[in-house]
C-alpha cells in the first residue's frame, strides 16, 4: 500500500499559497518531510487527515480516494498534531479508553485488551492510573500515539513530534515511532535533520509550499560527498565569505565561525573537505545549490 499526491495545492483566504503543485508517492515504512517552519508542512498533513480540503489535485490511499471518501479514510488514519489537549484531571487508562469507544471498539473486553496493549506499546502501563495533567512532554507525546495507532491505521500522520522533548524523552519517542513504520505508511513532518536521518528511508523537502528534493536520505547524501567544504573564521570575515563563496550554514565553535560552503572543488588552500551528512543536503537543498527542483535562491541558514 502507498499514499499518492498528485498535483496538490492550497491557498488560504489571506492569499498565502501554502502548497504549490505537491506530488509524492509515499510508500509502507517510515517517510519524513523536511523543511522550516511555515514551509507547509502542516498544511500538507491537515489535508491529508481530512481536515481541510485542497484547491485542486488528488490524494489516494491504496484504494482510497482521500478527498471524496473522508469517512472511510478517518477508520484508517492516525494523526497526531503539532499540538493536542488533554484533559488533565483524567487518567491516561480512562481517556484511552474512552477514545477507543469514539473509534468504534464497543465491546468492552476487545477495548481492554487494545487499551492495555497500546499503554504497553507505549511504555506507558506503569504510569496509567495518573492523570494526563501530570506527564511530561514526552509522555505525553506517547499517550498522542496511543491514540492514534487506535483502529491499526493503515495512514499514521506525526506533525513535528519531537519538538520540546529532552534528549531521553526523544529516543524513547523515536524508537517508538520506528517500531510503528514497520506495518504501515507513517509520514513524519519535521524540522529537525536528526530526526529524519536517523528514521526514514525516504524523505521530501519541502520549502514555501514546494517539493524541492525528494530522495533516499543515505543517496542523497551521498550524492554531496565531495562538494562540501569548511573552515574555521573569526565573525567579522563572514561577510566577505559569504560574497566569494555559496556559504550553505555556519555554527559557532570555540568561540569562532565554522562555515560549510558548497563548491565542486576546493574553494581556496584554506578549506578542508568535510564528510557530507543529511544536514548539508538540506542546507544545500534550501540555498537552491543542490536537487533536481529549481529553488529561489536565499540566505543562507545559519544554526
Known amino acids: 500500500m502507498e499514499l499518492r499526491i498528485r498535483h496538490v495545492s492550497k491557498r488560504y483566504a489571506n492569499g498565502v499559497q501554502a502548497l504549490k503543485d505537491i506530488t509524492l508517492t509515499v510508500p509502507a ?41 473522508p469517512d472511510a479514510v478517518r477508520q ?17 487508562e480512562d481517556m484511552l479508553n474512552y477514545f477507543a469507544i ?10 481492554q485488551q487494545v ?3 497500546l499503554l504497553r506499546q507505549t511504555n506507558l502501563w ?9 506527564f511530561s512532554g514526552g509522555m505525553r507525546q506517547r499517550f498522542g500515539v496511543a491514540v492514534a495507532l487506535l483502529g491499526q491505521p493503515r495512514l499514521l500522520i506525526v506533525d513535528e513530534p519531537t519538538a520540546g522533548l529532552d534528549p531521553a524523552e526523544r529516543v524513547r519517542f523515536l524508537n517508538l515511532l520506528s517500531e510503528l513504520g514497520e506495518n504501515s505508511v507513517v509520514l513524519l513532518s519535521t524540522h529537525i535533520v536528526q530526526d529524519v536521518a536517523e528514521l526514514c528511508t525516504r524523505m521530501a523537502i519541502i520549502n514555501q509550499g514546494q517539493i524541492l528534493l525528494e530522495a533516499e536520505p543515505l543517496r542523497a547524501v551521498a550524492d554531496l560527498q565531495g562538494r562540501i567544504w569548511r573552515r574555521l573564521i573569526d ?10 563563496h555559496r556559504v550553505i550554514s555556519t555554527r559557532l565553535l570555540s568561540g569562532r565561525t565554522l562555515v560549510h560552503v558548497y563548491s565542486e572543488q576546493a574553494p581556496d ?15 544545500s ?19
Open 29 to 69: 515504512g517510515m517517510y519524513g518531510l523536511l523543511g522550516p517552519n511555515g514551509a507547509g508542512k502542516s498544511t500538507l498533513m491537515r489535508t491529508l487527515a481530512t481536515l481541510q480540503e485542497p484547491d485542486s489535485g488528488s490524494i489516494q490511499l491504496g484504494e482510497l480516494d482521500v478527498l471524496q471518501q
Open 76 to 92: 484508517t488514519l492516525g494523526y497526531l498534531p503539532q499540538e493536542f489537549g488533554v484533559y488533565p484531571k483524567a487518567r491516561a
Open 102 to 111: 469514539l473509534k468504534g471498539i464497543t465491546g468492552r473486553r476487545a477495548r
Open 115 to 117: 487499551v492495555e496493549g
Open 126 to 134: 506503569d504510569v496509567r492510573r495518573q492523570q494526563l495533567g501530570g
Open 235 to 244: 565573525k567579522t570575515a563572514l561577510p566577505r565569505l559569504e560574497q566569494e
Open 269 to 283: 588552500p584554506g578549506f578542508e573537505a568535510v564528510e557530507a551528512d543529511l544536514e548539508d543536503v538540506y542546507f
Open 285 to 303: 537543498t534550501m540555498a537552491g545549490h543542490y536537487g533536481p527542483a529549481v529553488a529561489q535562491p536565499e540566505q543562507a541558514a545559519r544554526i
